[in-house]
């Protein structure tokens, strides 16, 4: 079992940037793929960033240029890089983990990005 705590979100002005940390617990960490997911008011949640267990990456077509996510398996860390802020960017931010063929998954409680001026 994976627990996620996710920080960094706040208010920003458009064309700012932010960086967003999600904590996991566990020994198994490098074994999980790993992923960004937003969700704004009214919307369905969307994925945004993912890292799989081997580092490669794959962005939603809206971000892409502008977030970067990486890894750090020494300590436990997922990062999202977020430049070019744009106010559709505002959304609670989730960090996901998933571990290859598994059935389930794990999320963390969500940050708040807000972009507006």
């Known amino acids: 079992q994976v627990q996620l705590v996710e920080s960094g979100g706040g208010l920003v002005q458009p064309g700012g940037s932010l960086l967003l940390s999600c904590a996991a617990s566990?020994?198994?960490?490098?074994?999980?793929?790993m992923g960004w997911y937003r969700q704004a008011p009214g919307k369905q949640r969307e994925v945004v960033a993912l890292?799989?267990?081997?580092?490669?990456?794959n962005y939603a077509d809206s971000v892409k240029g502008r977030f970067t996510i990486s890894r750090d398996n020494a300590k436990n860390l997922v990062y999202l890089q977020m430049i070019s802020l744009k106010p559709e960017d505002t959304a609670v931010y989730y960090c996901?983990?998933?571990?290859?063929?598994?059935?389930?998954?794990?999320w963390g409680q969500g940050t708040q990005v807000t972009v507006s001026s």
């Open positions: 996901n983990a998933k571990l290859p063929g598994a059935s389930r998954d794990y």
């Open positions: 566990g020994s198994t960490f490098r074994r999980y793929a």
């Open positions: 890292i799989t267990s081997g580092g490669n990456t």
